[in-house]
Nanobody, 117 residues
Framework: LQLVESGGGLVQPGGSLRLSCAAS????????MSWYRQAPGKERELVAG????????YFADSVKGRVTISRDNAKNTVYLQMNSLKPEDTAVYYC???????????WGKGTLVTVSS
């Protein structure tokens, strides 16, 4: 089973990035998918999540209005579109999957996002 994040990098304040998380080895549609982030010296925090069946989404207050999350169950991929990026968005972003039936959890290895001029 794998979760592989991509799309991180260096971006200027006010810029945009789209992160992708490609999943393999499990039934993607059975999983709630989320993005977490961890900044240097801080705890890992939830950024956004999306439920498979309903498509319902949720966001941390710190990113509301600047971030959207989407998923393509046919491609086993979840996306995080981040706009109006701020230096405080700098962190390693992790993909997280949780099975809605049995609670199994999986993490990706993360992708670094650096917002700096």
């Amino acid at each position: 089973l794998q979760l592989v994040e991509s799309g991180g990098g260096l971006v200027q304040p006010g810029g945009s990035l789209r992160l992708s998380c490609a999943a393999s080895g499990f039934t993607f549609s059975h999983y709630l998918m989320s993005w977490y982030r961890q900044a240097p010296g801080k705890e890992r925090e939830l950024v956004a999540g999306i439920i498979s069946v309903s498509g319902s989404t949720y966001f941390a207050d710190s990113v509301k209005g600047r971030v959207t999350i989407s998923r393509d169950n046919a491609k086993n991929t979840v996306y995080l579109q981040m706009n109006s990026l701020k230096p405080e968005d700098t962190a390693v972003y992790y993909c997280y999957a949780r099975n809605v039936y049995d609670g199994r959890e999986y993490w990706g290895k993360g992708t670094l996002v650096t917002v700096s001029s």
